[in-house]
């Protein structure tokens, strides 16, 4: 279903970001907060990126997105009235990192170019099915390697955007003959 979403034509006055979608997870290594949020500054240092961090599940994402931003001097965006908007707003940025399943999905849904942080099956199930996503793992973050897949991914952007649209199609055309035949 998600596939099957539209994107509404949201009003974003924001340009040249990257979306970062993490969560609380009992095995987060302690300086977790502080490795991505090093991250975000090298990629805001060396691409001119601004890292906006959005709460998928406001309630239980918020402080972990706040601390992050706070770190990085980046920030946290919530501001969504619904999955359309927060789909445009993917839609405009250069890439998402995340763990958060649906920010994932989403992006890949408007053939954005993700980074994921892996810490849990269903999140490799997705990582799987696309050849141009190379996933991390959440658990032991490694600072140099997600950074050279972001280089990777920033300089490649509309070659890998064109591998994600082929598959997304055919999964927007599966997912509308399921809801037909259901």
């Given at each position: 279903?998600?596939f099957?979403?539209?994107?509404?034509?949201f009003?974003?006055?924001e340009?040249?970001?990257?979306i970062?979608s993490?969560?609380?997870?009992?095995h987060?290594?302690p300086?977790f907060a502080k490795?991505i949020?090093?991250?975000?500054?090298?990629?805001?240092?060396?691409?001119?990126l601004?890292?906006?961090?959005v709460?998928?599940?406001?309630?239980?994402d918020l402080?972990?997105?706040?601390e992050?931003?706070?770190?990085?001097?980046?920030?946290?965006n919530?501001?969504?009235e619904?999955a359309?908007?927060?789909?445009?707003?993917?839609?405009?940025s250069k890439?998402?990192?995340?763990?958060?399943?649906?920010?994932?999905i989403?992006?890949?849904?408007?053939s954005v170019?993700v980074?994921?942080?892996?810490y849990d099956p269903?999140?490799?199930?997705?990582?799987d099915?696309?050849?141009?996503c190379?996933?991390?793992?959440?658990?032991?973050?490694?600072?140099?390697?997600?950074?050279?897949r972001?280089?990777?991914?920033?300089?490649n952007?509309e070659e890998i955007?064109a591998?994600?649209?082929?598959?997304?199609q055919?999964?927007?055309?599966?997912?509308?003959?399921?809801?037909?035949?259901?």
């Amino acid at each position: 279903p998600a596939f099957a979403l539209k994107c509404d034509e949201f009003k974003n006055n924001e340009e040249n970001y990257f979306i970062v979608s993490v969560r609380k997870w009992k095995h987060l290594k302690p300086d977790f907060a502080k490795s991505i949020a090093n991250i975000c500054s090298e990629v805001h240092k060396k691409h001119g990126l601004t890292p906006v961090l959005v709460p998928m599940q406001k309630r239980l994402d918020l402080d972990l997105c706040t601390e992050i931003a706070e770190l990085c001097g980046g920030k946290v965006n919530s501001n969504f009235e619904n999955a359309e908007q927060l789909l445009s707003y993917i839609k405009d940025s250069k890439f998402v990192m995340g763990m958060r399943l649906h920010a994932l999905i989403y992006s890949l849904s408007m053939s954005v170019p993700v980074v994921p942080l892996s810490y849990d099956p269903k999140v490799d199930a997705i990582i799987d099915g696309w050849d141009c996503c190379k996933g991390f793992s959440a658990k032991d973050i490694n600072v140099e390697e997600i950074l050279e897949r972001i280089d990777y991914v920033v300089e490649n952007r509309e070659e890998i955007s064109a591998k994600i649209d082929e598959v997304t199609q055919i999964m927007k055309e599966k997912t509308n003959h399921d809801v037909k035949t259901a």
